[in-house]
């Protein structure tokens, strides 16, 4: 059975010719090291999208869409987007998201989701984000990734990714 949030996503991935590169898997692909595992690839190149509530307008969300290995700074979101970083609750999640937990994807979401691209992802030519629920991947180019999503550009609040300095 197809769940109604990967139609979404796949109908939204077709207007870029790129529905057919939806992978559903048997199994949950819900965490990092899930994905990382069904796919083949290493945890990193998981594009996680992390649901924080807008802190200048709470029925809101920013969607921040990550490196699987990257971690989110609290100072650098406060910041950037004004506030501390609270995430969306789960019973919210697909109200404000469209999508459910371990699906959260940039893609086919309400207008009042805001997704926001973290430098970690640059440094990968392909990332795979969850596809609409919690057992979906899909293969995207980092370079396509921002016009795919309809993103509102690119920030630097992640953590943990960046190689210790020499």
Request: net charge negative; aromatic share 6%.
């Amino acid at each position: 059975m197809t769940d109604l949030t990967v139609d979404a996503a796949r109908a939204h991935l077709d207007r870029f010719g790129l529905g057919d590169r939806v992978i559903e898997f048997d199994e949950s692909s819900a965490t990092v090291e899930l994905a990382a595992a069904r796919l083949g690839t290493e945890p990193a190149r998981i594009a996680k999208t992390l649901a924080f509530v807008d802190p200048a307008d709470p029925a809101r969300a920013v969607l921040v869409v990550a490196a699987g290995d990257a971690r989110v700074q609290s100072g650098a979101f406060k910041r950037r987007f004004g506030g501390k970083a609270q995430m969306v609750s789960a019973d919210r999640l697909v109200e404000m998201t469209g999508h459910p937990m371990g699906g959260v994807c940039p893609f086919a979401n309400p207008g009042t989701a805001a997704v926001w691209l973290d430098e970690s992802l640059r440094r990968f030519e392909v990332v795979f984000p969850a596809a609409g629920t919690a057992s979906s991947a899909v293969r995207i180019e980092t370079a396509d990734l921002e016009r795919i999503a309809g993103a509102a550009g690119w920030v630097d609040v992640c953590k943990d990714w960046r190689p210790d300095p020499v």
